[in-house]
C-alpha cells in the first residue's frame, strides 16, 4: 500500500510536471534584437515537444485512476522514456544555437544584419528543466519498488548534492580573479588584439572583436577580409588603452568602458587616434572582447549590444 501511494504521488508529480510542459511551448524561445522580433516555441518545434509532454500527461491521467502496480512500472518506464527524448532535443537545439552564433558566416547583408546579436531566451531551457524532472520522477517510480531503496537514494542524492556544492563554491574562490589579475588579462587580450594589426593578421585580430559585431557583416572570415582590404596601405605601429574609465561586473560577466589609442603610418606620415571602447568578459576577466564606440552615442550603441551595461553610459 505504502509503494502504490507513493507510485500514485509520482504520477501526480508528472501531470503537474507535463502540464507545464505542455504550455511550455508558449514561452520565448529566440529574440532578435536587430528585428525588435522574438520568436516563440510554436513558430519552431515547440509544438512538436508540447505533443510530447501531452502524451506524458495523458499516460500519467490514466495510471493515476488505475490499480495495477505492474501497470504503472511500465507507464513510468514509458513517461522516462519520452521525457529522455524531450531532454535530448532541447539540449540539443541549445548547443546547435549557440554553434550556429559562433560559427555564422554569411554573403548576404540583410541576412547578417538580422541575426546579429540573436539571443537564446529562456524557454528551452525551461523545457530541458521539465522533462529532466520528469526523467527524475519517472525513474523512482520505474526502478525503486521498495521504500527503504527509495530512502537510501534520496539521502545518496542529498549528500552527493551538498559535496557537489561545496567543491563548487570551494573551486568558484580559488578560481575567482584579483582585480589585478583581471586587469593584467584586459590589458594582454588588448596588446594580442593590437599585434594582430601591427603584424596584419586578420583572422587573429577578429578574435578579439566582439561577436555581434562581425555577426552583422557577414563572420569573422568577411570581417578578416574587409579589415587586411582596409589596412592593405596602413600600417599600425602601436595600440594600447590609454585609461579605463568604468567597469561593472555581474557574475562573471565583467564590462569596461576604455579609451584607447591607435598609430598608424600612411603615405610617410604618422597619425594618432584615439577613441571609446567597450571592453567584454564572460569569465571572471580571463578573455575579453572588444567593440569600438567610434562617434556612436551611448543609446547607439545599445541598440547595436543591448547587453551592455547602463552604469557604463558615457554622454
Not at 11 to 40: A, C, D, Q
Not at 59 to 80: D, G, M, P, Q, V
Not at 91 to 114: C, G, H, L, M, R
Amino acid at each position: 500500500m505504502i509503494l502504490f501511494d507513493f507510485n500514485k504521488k509520482i504520477n501526480y508529480l508528472l501531470i503537474f510536471i507535463s502540464l507545464l510542459g505542455v504550455f511550455s511551448f508558449l514561452m520565448p524561445w529566440i529574440t532578435y534584437p536587430r528585428l525588435e522580433m522574438t520568436l516563440k516555441g510554436y513558430d519552431g518545434d515547440g509544438v512538436l515537444l508540447a505533443i510530447i509532454f501531452f502524451l506524458i500527461l495523458g499516460i500519467n491521467l490514466y495510471s493515476a485512476f488505475r490499480n495495477n502496480s505492474n501497470k504503472k512500472r511500465i507507464i513510468n518506464i514509458f513517461s522516462f522514456v519520452l521525457a529522455a527524448i524531450i531532454f535530448t532535443l532541447s539540449v540539443y537545439k541549445i548547443y546547435a544555437f549557440y554553434e550556429d552564433v559562433f560559427s555564422f558566416q554569411s554573403n548576404d547583408p540583410i541576412t547578417s544584419y538580422a541575426g546579429a546579436g540573436v539571443q537564446l531566451r529562456y524557454g528551452l531551457y525551461v523545457i530541458a528543466t521539465l522533462s529532466f524532472i520528469c526523467m527524475f520522477l519517472s525513474s523512482l517510480g520505474s526502478f525503486f519498488t521498495k521504500p527503504k531503496r527509495l530512502i537510501f537514494l534520496l539521502a545518496l542524492f542529498l549528500i552527493s548534492g551538498g559535496i557537489s556544492y561545496k567543491v563548487y563554491n570551494a573551486n568558484s574562490k580559488i578560481d575567482r580573479l584579483d582585480k589585478i589579475a583581471i586587469e593584467e588579462n584586459l590589458n594582454g587580450a588588448f596588446e594580442k588584439m593590437g599585434n594582430a594589426l601591427v603584424t596584419k593578421q586578420s583572422d587573429q585580430f577578429v578574435e578579439y572583436i566582439h561577436p555581434i559585431l562581425y555577426q552583422s557583416i557577414g563572420g569573422k572570415k568577411k570581417l578578416a577580409e574587409l579589415m587586411s582590404s582596409m589596412y592593405q596601405d596602413v600600417e599600425v605601429k602601436e595600440a594600447k588603452i590609454i585609461k579605463v574609465f568604468k567597469t561593472k561586473t555581474e557574475g562573471d560577466a565583467i564590462q569596461a568602458l576604455l579609451m584607447q589609442s591607435f598609430t598608424f603610418f600612411k603615405n610617410g606620415s604618422e597619425s594618432n587616434t584615439t577613441n571609446k571602447s567597450f571592453a567584454f568578459s564572460y569569465d571572471g576577466g580571463r578573455t575579453w572582447s572588444f567593440a569600438g564606440i567610434e562617434d556612436r552615442t551611448f543609446d547607439e550603441m545599445k541598440k547595436i549590444l543591448p547587453e551592455i551595461f547602463n552604469e557604463l553610459r558615457y554622454d
